[in-house]
């Protein structure tokens, strides 16, 4: 069974489009609880397209600060800056956010494409080791049903989709939080 770092770690890379989208669910196996993105506030309007407030807690994911050490894997927000891994972890499990998946399963994930640049195709890295290795050693998975889009752009806006995330067969994790 995987950590509650790994779930979340597969749906905040899921963000990689580098636009302005949510994860507002992800969903393992029937009956454990739905975990969310990191940072995503609940309160935040989700029938506009603008900086403020709809893009706050939009999770943005870029190579090149991650490369300069400004964030981590998981990116950051604008509301809150840094998505510090462990400290959110250790929230979500206290709040009994922490969705359960297994070997060969799938985990469902819904996203709120806040604007143009939020699009698809989304991808999903997988890092079995809950975040030891940093920035390599994540197992590309197979990602089905995707948002729509050509290189992160649409003309779609405030709308939601789930995409579905299948998890290897071989899956080993280790760690935690």
Request: glycine share 10%.
């Amino acid at each position: 069974m995987l950590s509650f770092k790994d779930i979340i770690i597969a749906s905040a890379v899921l963000a990689v489009a580098r636009g302005h989208a949510v994860i507002l669910n992800a969903q393992g196996e029937a009956g454990s609880p739905a975990s969310i993105g990191f940072k995503v506030d609940p309160n935040i309007a989700r029938n506009c397209t603008a900086i403020n407030p709809c893009q706050q807690d939009a999770t943005l994911i870029r190579d090149a600060e991650i490369n300069a050490n400004i964030v981590n894997e998981c990116g950051r927000t604008e509301i809150s800056g840094n998505i510090d891994i462990g400290e959110n972890t250790e929230n979500a499990l206290a709040a009994g956010q922490v969705t359960k998946v297994k070997a060969g399963g799938q985990l469902t994930v819904t996203i709120h494409q806040v604007n143009a640049d939020g699009a698809g195709p989304f991808a999903c890295d997988l890092d079995q080791t809950s975040n030891a290795l940093g920035g390599s050693g994540q197992v590309p998975l197979e990602v089905t049903n995707n948002v729509p889009g050509a290189n992160g752009f649409s003309q779609v806006k405030a709308q939601q989709f789930n995409v579905t995330v299948k998890l290897p067969a071989d899956m080993k994790c280790t760690g935690g939080s």
